[in-house]
T-cell receptor
Framework: DQQVKQNSPSLSVQEGRISILNCDYT??????FLWYKKYPAEGPTFLIS?????DKNEDGRFTVFLNKSAKHLSLHIVPSQPGDSAVYFC????????????????FGKGTLLTVNP | DGGITQSPKYLFRKEGQNVTLSCEQN?????MYWYRQDPGQGLRLIYY???????QKGDIAEGYSVSREKKESFPLTVTSAQKNPTAFYLC????????????????FGEGSRLTVL
């Protein structure tokens, strides 16, 4: 049973345009969400996170939106750059309900973003 | 520089052999994790450890074993009982959550690619 779903395996956008990566979750205990970026043969690097008490978090070109009622979050990248081309993983954890003592994350399968010059 | 070091980066193993992947961190993190990545599967949790001398099974622990004798080290042994061991293995670490303000991120190593011949 996949608790975190990224239904688009790949996404291609033009440089300078907006990239929107989507993520759905099924576990209502999840209350903290993260996005990671991964280049081939490297470990993932943290991008941005959002707590369930918020519906939006922004960091430079990256914005994450959370719709708790729909159990849906999205990552917006504006403007997209060729260096953004990577696999993006959505992850979730029941941080507060688990006592918050660790970050046992459940990951989606990832979306490969390609930004064309 | 602080970080997570995984070794070896590439490893080949014959069927029936056990292999151990090394993971060392100098970030002073309490929690450490092992994930496995397969094409189209995202990251799946094998084992995690919140403190020294304690560890918990993740979602796909069968055929693997770990130890946590030191805070800095969390080696993973892939045993001959693991049916499909060829994969990209990622080690990660995180702080012990103390309250609001932490981003909740895991810090990942560069990964180890294991191929069974």
């Amino acid at each position: 049973d996949q608790q975190v779903k990224q239904n688009s395996p790949s996404l291609s956008v033009q440089e300078g345009r907006i990239s929107i990566l989507n993520c759905d979750y099924t576990n209502s205990m999840f209350d903290y969400f993260l996005w990671y970026k991964k280049y081939p043969a490297e470990g993932p690097t943290f991008l941005i996170s959002i707590s369930s008490i918020k519906d939006k978090n922004e960091d430079g070109r990256f914005t994450v939106f959370l719709n708790k009622s729909a159990k849906h979050l999205s990552l917006h990248i504006v403007p997209s750059q060729p260096g953004d081309s990577a696999v993006y993983f959505c992850a979730a954890t029941p941080r507060r309900t688990s006592g918050g003592s660790n970050y046992k994350l459940t990951f989606g399968k990832g979306t490969l973003l390609t930004v064309n010059p | 520089d602080g970080g997570i070091t995984q070794s070896p980066k590439y490893l080949f193993r014959k069927e029936g052999q056990n292999v151990t992947l090394s993971c060392e961190q100098n970030l002073n993190h309490d929690a450490m994790y092992w994930y496995r990545q397969d094409p189209g599967q995202g990251l799946r949790l094998i084992y995690y450890s919140q403190i020294v001398n304690d560890f918990q099974k993740g979602d796909i622990a069968e055929g693997y074993s770990v130890s946590r004798e030191k805070k800095e080290s969390f080696p993973l042994t892939v045993t001959s009982a693991q049916k499909n061991p060829t994969a990209f293995y990622l080690c990660a670490s995180s702080i012990w959550f103390r309250g609001q303000g932490e981003t909740g991120e895991l810090f990942f190593g560069e990964g180890s690619r294991l191929t069974v011949l």
